[in-house]
């Protein structure tokens, strides 16, 4: 079964930094987009960045662009942001997303087009 394990959430003050992995089983990493998706309290979805099958495309959201970086490690079977000069307003429960469909050669942003789902790992941006 697909399983999506995140951590290095915590704590962190405004400007600081944070890196997030996910590690991930029951597929090949390789044959799937992933993203990271974040959840603030009491709102929706926001998807976050994505990264192609062999991580030469990434796609980053107007509000994290230029501050976070999105990598992957196939062979680790592990997906990684980079989170730099973290704001309040990005507190929130990250989630690493695998695309529904394998083989797509596109980085999607809409979040329904990914359906596994990690628990999520939390990261707090606050003085």
């Known amino acids: 079964e697909v399983q999506l394990v995140e951590s290095g959430g915590g704590l962190v003050q405004p400007g600081g930094s944070l890196r997030l992995s996910c590690t991930a089983s029951g597929f090949i990493s390789s044959n799937y987009v992933m993203s990271w998706v974040r959840q603030a309290p009491g709102k929706g979805q926001e998807w976050v960045s994505g990264i192609s099958r062999g991580g030469d495309d990434t796609r980053y959201a107007d509000s994290v662009n230029g501050r976070f970086t999105i990598s992957r490690d196939n062979a680790r079977n592990t997906l990684y942001l980079y989170m730099n000069s973290l704001k309040p307003e990005d507190t929130a429960v990250y989630h690493c997303?695998?695309?529904?469909?394998?083989?797509?050669?596109?980085?999607?942003?809409?979040?329904?087009?990914?359906?596994?789902w990690g628990q999520g790992t939390q990261v707090t941006v606050s003085s």
């Open positions: 997303a695998r695309r529904r469909v394998a083989y797509r050669d596109d980085v999607a942003s809409a979040v329904s087009e990914y359906e596994y």
